[in-house]
Structures are given as structure tokens and as C-alpha cells.
């Protein structure tokens, strides 16, 4: 128990419908009455007095499924045997799927030897037989699963018909425009408008999305990003200082909504297989005109339209090449820090920072590094490092034998492994009745004791290798060709300052 904590999770959801109109109900759902309960429980208990505690926050998510972070965080400390105990407010907190919920109460978490509360529920699992408690909690667990489904739909529904009504939806207003005191209208931000304009005005000029880019630039033209900021400073930017380019003019060239327009559902996500999604262009849009005051003409917005698609921007001149590369994410710009952009002409790749390109004074690396000169300047440095970490160096005793270390691993793993099947064949035995409580409980225990020993002489062995008997035999040897997973183990990021000059961030090794 000295190596395990006291599990407390709290959730919060507008989809659960714990955000509503009531406010009574967002007060008694918030995540610090769930917190006050149970801490006033615990106190009333005196459950664990001498046990540390670990939170878990998962806040604006739903409690249909259990793709939460925090919850996923939880579950794997349960997995390392880390949890003694998990207190939440009440079960709809740790999930509405009643068919999960009843698997992790039957089944996960009396294998793992975690005991869990519901404190409004009253439910408390060392007061049951490795059941949930029987009908009523069940039946509880059934009734938050229908509440949650019927909710959902009628969410989609209420949504639908804001939509089709012209309502606007969005979370945020376009640049150009404010929520009206409804925020169900958009009202035009008489500021920002002007910038709008400005954008158009120089599309109509005959300008190119890149070349509006940079005069916007020139002149000091705040981005949408940057704007925001200056109202909200909760809307951060990396280091502060956001830049136009041709995509964020594009953006703005192209929408409907500077014409009065409101645009719902302009994107849908679909599946496209492997547990995958993507967000495409939903041919079902809904087109709401006169909804709100328009910040350009039709005949401006047409006539930007028009000479945006006869420049060589919008052609493709410039092709993004989309093969993934060993360095890709792993360069960066030495000034603004953003990753360097991989752009191939003629076949051939380099790198560069897209600042540069629109924002002439910026400071930033606008040369043009080829991939492959990268690639040797960081397989160069990445071998330096390599023999600077020889055995002798690296703090890891050469008595240390990395096979023997590897044979002490594996036995200790399948003597855990073994256990963990003995457990579940104790388990079986008490569900099928062939075992009383009490001796499930006994042998149950001493399966524990032996666990929590072999957790221990693991971690001795993990701390007396420093962690570091598998690199033990890298130490030393040369990398002759840099592939990706070398560079996603060694390599953390490399700052470009020039085409000869980098700093190289390693990660521990």
C-alpha cells in the first residue's frame, strides 16, 4: 500500500447535459462540489488517512465512452497496480455505458484489487461479492446509459434546427465580427471589418494571396490570431507574434460570411476505417442569407474570387511535398522557434521557415537547407554525441552485464505473469461458487504480497542499471544511416539558424 495512492476522479460535461440552463444543476455537477463531496466523505470515513492521493480531471468530456484522458490515465496506473482505491461522486461520473461500467465493477477492478465508491450512490465494493450491488446499481447504470443516449439526440436535434434557422453555431465569430448580445447573430467588429476590407481591397488590386500576405505584414495588419489576443489573453500564439500568409488570406477571401451569409455545416467527419476520422466538406451545407450586416459587397467578394484563382499561388507553383521525413517536426526555425516548412521543387527537398517568406524583417531563417544536407549535419553531431556517452561516461557500472540484466527481467515478468493467471483462477473459482469469500480473500492477499515483491525487486533492478542497460551496447558505436526512429529516440529538436550553424537538443541518453 506505501507504493499505492487513493484515486479521486471528477468529470464534467455539457454533453451529459451537466451544463444546462440550471443553474442549480451546474453548481451540484461542477468539479469542485464533486471534489468537497468527497473529500468530505473521506474525512467522515477516515478512508486512507495515510495513503497519498492522486486527482484526475477529465472536463468537457463525455461519459459515453472512455476515450478521456484523465480516465486513461487512471486506468493505467490501475494497470501498474498503483490504485488501491477509486471514489468518485456518483457512477454516471466514471462512465454511462452501463455495459463498461458493469465490466470494470464485475470484472477489471476486483482482479486488480482496486475498491471503488459511488458516494451518492452509497455504493462502496468491499461491502459486495465482486458485483456491482446486485439489481439496483445495475438498473442505475442502465438508466444513466438511455438518459445519455436520449440527450444526445436531442442535443443533434436542437442543433439541427439552430442551423437550419440561420442561428450561428460556431465557438468563436469570425475575424470581422463579434457575437451579438444573443449570440445567436453575429454583429460586425467595426475594427477588425477595416483589416477584412483591406484584404479585399488588395485582392481586387490584383494581388496574389501571397503578396497580400506580405504588405498586410508590412503595414502591421494584426492576424486573426493576433487580434483575438488582444482581447482574450487566453487565445495564445506561439511566441507571441502570429504572421499572415497566403493560407490565412485565402481563408478570408473565401468566406460567405462577409457577405451577410451564415455557412452551417461546412464540414462533416466521416470514418474512413482503422479507428480513423476525418473532417471533409459536407455537401449538405445550409446557405443563410441576410442573417447578419455584410462587410463587403457581392461584387468586391466576386470579383477577389476572380483574381485569386488566375494567380499562380492558387495553381500550385509551389508543391508541399507530403512524403513523411526522417527530420520532419524535428527542425526548427532558430529565431520564431515554429517547425521549418518541406517544400520540394524539381524533385528536390528542402526546408525553410515560412515566416520568412511573408514577413521580410522578421529575423527568421529564410535560406534554403537541402533535406539531405540536414540529414548530415545532424547524423555528424548525433555521432559526437554518441561517443561523448561511452560506457565510462554514461554513470553505468561495467560490471553490470546487460544480458544478465535482460535474463533477471524476463524471469521476473513471467513469474508476475504467472500470478496474475493464478489470481484469475481464483477469481473463476469464487464466481462459479467453488470458493467462500473468505478464503478467496486470504489467497487473494498472499498473491498480492508476492505481486507487490516482485514490483519491488523490478524496480531495484531498473534503478541499479540507472535505466539504462538497453542503451549499454549503443554507447559507443557509430550510426552509419539516420532513419526515423533513431531520430524520434535520440534527437528531441534542431534549431536552424543558418545553413551551417544549429543548436541540437538531445533527449536523454
Not at 477492478?109 to 458516494?119: C, D, E, K, L, T
Request: include cysteine; hydrophobic fraction near 30%; charge should be positive.
Amino acid at each position: 500500500m506505501s507504493n499505492q495512492y487513493v484515486a479521486e476522479y471528477f468529470r464534467l460535461s455539457m454533453e451529459d447535459g451537466d451544463i444546462a440552463c440550471d443553474d442549480r444543476k451546474v453548481e451540484s455537477n461542477s468539479i469542485q462540489h464533486q471534489r468537497d463531496l468527497i473529500e468530505r466523505y473521506r474525512r467522515e470515513k477516515r478512508l486512507y488517512p495515510g495513503v497519498g492521493t492522486l486527482e484526475f480531471v477529465d472536463d468537457g468530456y463525455s461519459g459515453t465512452n472512455f476515450d478521456r484522458p484523465a480516465v486513461t490515465r487512471l486506468l493505467s496506473l490501475v494497470k501498474e497496480r498503483k490504485i488501491c482505491c477509486i471514489i468518485v461522486k456518483d457512477l454516471s461520473r466514471f462512465g454511462r455505458n452501463y455495459l463498461e461500467v458493469g465490466d470494470y465493477l464485475e470484472q477489471i477492478f476486483p482482479f486488480m484489487g482496486v475498491r471503488f465508491i459511488a458516494v451518492n450512490d452509497g455504493y462502496d465494493s468491499d461491502q459486495y461479492m465482486e458485483t456491482t450491488g446486485g439489481i439496483e446499481i445495475a438498473f442505475k447504470n442502465l438508466l444513466y446509459d438511455m438518459y445519455s443516449r436520449d440527450l444526445s439526440v436531442k442535443m443533434r436535434s436542437s442543433l439541427e434546427i439552430r442551423r437550419k434557422r440561420g442561428d450561428f453555431v460556431g465557438p468563436r465569430p469570425p475575424f470581422g465580427y463579434r457575437f451579438s448580445e444573443n449570440k445567436k447573430v453575429l454583429a460586425v467588429d467595426k475594427i477588425a471589418a477595416q483589416y477584412v476590407q483591406r484584404v479585399f481591397e488588395l485582392a481586387c488590386m490584383g494581388y496574389s494571396t501571397g503578396r497580400i500576405a506580405v504588405i498586410l505584414n508590412e503595414e502591421g495588419v494584426p492576424t486573426p490570431g493576433q487580434y483575438k489576443n488582444q482581447n482574450k489573453t487566453e487565445y495564445h500564439i506561439l511566441d507571441g507574434s502570429g504572421y499572415w500568409n497566403s493560407r490565412k488570406v485565402l481563408k478570408i477571401l473565401e468566406n460567405k460570411v462577409y457577405l451577410g451569409m451564415v455557412v452551417n455545416g461546412k464540414y462533416k467527419v466521416t470514418k474512413i476505417g482503422g479507428g480513423q476520422f476525418r473532417r471533409v466538406p459536407d455537401e449538405e451545407r445550409i446557405y443563410v442569407p441576410n442573417r447578419h450586416e455584410a462587410i463587403v459587397t457581392e461584387q468586391v467578394f466576386l470579383k477577389a474570387s476572380q483574381v485569386i484563382k488566375n494567380t499562380g499561388e492558387q495553381r500550385g507553383k509551389v508543391h508541399h511535398y507530403r512524403k513523411t521525413s526522417i527530420l520532419q517536426g524535428k527542425l526548427r526555425c532558430g529565431n520564431c522557434q515554429r517547425s521549418l516548412l518541406r517544400i520540394t521543387r524539381s524533385n528536390v527537398s528542402y526546408f525553410t521557415c515560412e515566416r520568412a517568406k511573408y514577413d521580410k524583417d522578421c529575423g527568421c531563417f529564410g535560406g534554403r537547407l537541402k533535406e539531405s544536407d540536414a540529414e548530415n549535419m545532424v547524423l555528424e553531431r548525433l555521432n559526437e554525441r554518441l561517443k561523448q556517452r561511452a560506457p565510462d561516461q554514461a554513470g553505468i557500472s561495467p560490471e553490470i552485464s546487460t544480458m544478465r540484466v535482460d535474463d533477471e527481467r524476463n524471469l521476473l515478468v513471467k513469474k508476475s505473469d504467472a500470478l496474475k493467471l493464478e489470481k484469475q483462477y481464483l477469481y473463476e473459482q469464487l464466481k462459479r461458487n467453488q470458493m467462500d469469500r473468505k478464503t478467496y480473500l486470504e489467497k487473494a492477499g498472499v498473491l498480492r504480497a508476492e505481486e507487490s515483491r516482485l514490483h519491488d525487486q523490478m524496480d531495484a533492478l531498473e534503478r541499479e542499471t540507472g535505466g539504462n542497460q538497453v542503451e549499454y551496447m549503443s554507447y559507443g558505436i557509430e550510426v552509419n544511416n539516420l532513419t526515423r526512429e533513431i531520430a524520434e529516440k535520440y534527437i528531441d529538436r534542431v534549431y536552424i539558424h543558418n545553413e551551417t550553424e544549429f543548436d541540437m537538443i538531445f533527449k536523454e541518453i
